[in-house]
């Protein structure tokens, strides 16, 4: 694929093109991969990597998630992530105006089919967190967002305080 600015994946076959992403949306990603990625390596739940970084569920399936944090034990991180036997224990998307349709729906449905312990999908304009789980109902996060990867740890992420002085649309 051409090295460009664009974000390339495919799903169920089907190329998925996006837009490079928003200033907006690169700060909540920083802040998230701060709170998550200091959260998961003192814990050792696992490893925290973000875009770009493929995971790979097969040939027709090779994602590229905003955030994404790994099991443990993950010795070293190569190019991407063979997610055919292991699902990552965390997959974040920042919704993008482009993006939307996509992390709602055939992405939501795609890790919730058991790709993934656990989807997030972050909505600036929305200033929500929603949470997706196998097996489960979808649950709508506004004030506080509360992870348990791992018996014991405990991450509490402020909502308000993650979209903080940033514009609610990308």
Known sequence: MPEDRFRRELLDGALLVSPGCSGAHQEILRRLLRLVGDFVEHHGVGTATFAPFDVVY????VLEPDLVVLPAPVATLGKNWNGTNTPPTLVVEIVSPSSRTRDYQPKRDFYVAGHA??????????????????????????????WLPARGATLRIDINALFAGLPSGE
């Open 58 to 61: 097969s040939p027709n399936d």
């Open 117 to 146: 312990l656990e989807y997030w999908i972050v909505d600036a304009e929305r200033r929500v967190i929603v949470v997706a789980r196998p097996g489960e109902r979808d649950v709508t996060h506004a004030v506080e967002l509360v």
